[in-house]
């Protein structure tokens, strides 16, 4: 059973582009969570999906970021117009209906914006 | 609102010594509180969770928690590292039904030497 999956690992992006990033759950869950991790920083809380719905995104930045989870394909964490403050490790996390409460990451995308 | 505090930022240990992880946590509501360990340029991984029932919890790799309410705290434990233990642990705690939305700490880096 794979685990939750985040592609690509190493995105490079000039100030001013577009950054994609992408998270297939684990096989069964239905609850997609994105948290950014800043350099010595913790984690810290974006947005959390089911499929087709965006049911918390208070930690979300009010512009140029969005997120979505379709009912087919991975959920997608888009950044729009990127600055050099956008550089981090972004995680995705999923977890299955059942069990709500524990969540499991994956690898992570370590964003550069030059 | 709830915050994560955890202690150490760097734990130096030599091979062998037992460690302790100190984090302690406040919230106005009952919680549930997790350690994931990150290993350098990997995702996280979940060492064990405290969510009702026994106050002390144990994990993968040898780890042990106990959740002490009057305190706030959830001590991370381990008798015997190993130089594999070597990595950076994350306490975190989510709402009871709050369905998503785990508050991390800032982590401990735990080095273990020979």
């Known amino acids: 059973n794979a685990g939750v999956m985040q592609n690509p690992r190493h995105l490079v992006r000039r100030r001013g582009q577009e950054a994609r990033l992408r998270c297939s759950p684990m096989?069964?869950?239905?609850?997609v969570y994105w948290y950014r991790q800043l350099p010595e920083e913790g984690l810290k809380f974006m947005v959390y999906?089911?499929?087709?719905?965006?049911?918390?995104e208070s930690g979300m930045p009010k512009e140029r970021f969005s997120a979505e989870f379709p009912k087919e394909g991975p959920s997608i964490l888009r950044i729009q117009q990127v600055v050099r403050g956008d550089s981090a490790a972004y995680f995705c996390?999923?977890?299955?209906?059942?069990?709500?409460?524990?969540?499991?990451f994956g690898p992570g995308t370590r964003l550069t914006v030059l | 609102a709830q915050s994560v505090t955890q202690l150490d930022s760097q734990v130096p240990v030599f091979e062998e010594a037992p460690v302790e992880l100190r984090c302690n946590y406040s919230?106005?509501?009952?919680?549930?509180l997790f350690w994931y360990v990150q290993y350098p340029n990997q995702g996280l991984q979940l060492l064990l969770k405290?969510?009702?029932?026994?106050?002390l919890v144990k994990g993968i790799n040898g780890f042990e928690a106990e959740f002490n309410k009057s305190q706030t705290s959830f001590h991370l434990r381990k008798p015997s590292v190993h130089i594999s233990d070597t990595a950076e642990y994350f306490c975190?705690?989510?709402?009871?039904?709050?369905?998503?939305?785990?508050?991390f700490g800032k982590g401990t880096k735990l080095s273990v030497k020979p």
């Open positions: 919230s106005s509501v009952s919680v549930y």
């Open positions: 405290y969510l009702s029932g026994s106050t």
């Open positions: 999906l089911q499929k087709e719905n965006i049911i918390d």
């Open positions: 996390a999923s977890s299955p209906l059942q069990d709500t409460d524990t969540q499991y």
């Open positions: 096989k069964g869950h239905s609850h």
């Open positions: 975190a705690v989510s709402d009871r039904g709050s369905q998503g939305n785990l508050i």
